[in-house]
């Protein structure tokens, strides 16, 4: 069974540092390419950073580039998200989602974590 | 930056069909995905590539998309598919950036 386990999320002052973290198991973590999403407090869904399966592509959100750094260490089937200069419009929960392969083709966020809140505030 | 746009809301009878658009320009040209959100849980890929469905995932669901509209269609509603719906593509032409489209609140009335 697939399974995204976020952690890490907490209560951070602004300008403050946070590391999110994600562990996966279920299926060859190495092979697929991850992502991860935020979701304000009644708000919609916002797509924050994807990382290749090797890490070689990255990619942000412009709201969070400069600040955010994706990172995954497939050894331990992890990935990550430094979040860096916190904001309080950073507040959300936060999803790690796995990228849905088809005969080789990114096609959707096929499993998603449970999610992990931070909240920025003073 | 790309747009998607959806209606806040739709409300439809049980047993009734429910449709949830999705505008974008020339949004045919693209893949669209969608995702099904009930309170308090993670989001749920229900129709993938416009109008392919995920295992487990019910007939009723189905996507089409054309022109400036994609479109998730829920038939025979039910009480349980009272969700926030979410569509979702992949703009390949900014930064290959992931798009969401606002949601939209499907009440069951």
């Known amino acids: 069974e697939v399974q995204l386990v976020e952690s890490g999320g907490g209560l951070v002052q602004p300008g403050g540092s946070l590391r999110l973290s994600c562990a996966a198991s279920g299926f060859t973590f190495s092979s697929y390419s991850m992502n991860w999403v935020r979701q304000a407090p009644g708000k919609g869904l916002e797509w924050v950073s994807y990382?290749?399966?090797?890490?070689?592509?990255?990619y942000y959100a412009d709201s969070v580039k400069g600040r955010f750094t994706i990172s995954r260490d497939n050894a331990k089937n992890s990935l990550y998200l430094q979040m860096n200069s916190l904001r309080a419009e950073d507040t959300a929960v936060y999803y790690c989602?796995?990228?849905?392969?088809?005969?080789?083709?990114?096609?959707?966020?096929?499993?998603w974590g449970q999610g992990t809140l931070v909240t920025v505030s003073s | 930056s790309y747009v998607l746009t959806q209606p806040p809301s739709v409300s439809v009878a049980p047993g009734q069909t429910a449709r949830i658009t999705c505008g974008g320009n020339n949004i045919g040209s693209k893949s669209v995905h969608w995702y099904q959100q009930k309170p308090g849980q993670a989001p749920v890929l229900v129709v993938y590539d416009d109008s392919d469905r995920p295992s487990g995932i019910p007939e009723r669901f189905s996507g089409s998309n054309s022109g400036n509209t994609a479109t998730l269609t829920i038939s025979r509603v039910e009480a349980g598919d009272e969700a926030d719906y979410y569509c979702?593509?992949?703009?390949?032409?900014?930064?290959?950036?992931?798009?969401f489209g606002g949601g939209t609140k499907l009440t069951v009335l």
């Open positions: 989602a796995r990228d849905q392969r088809i005969f080789g083709v990114v096609t959707g966020f096929d499993y």
């Open positions: 979702q593509v992949w703009d390949s032409s900014s930064d290959h950036r992931r798009v």
């Open positions: 990382i290749s399966s090797s890490s070689s592509t990255i």
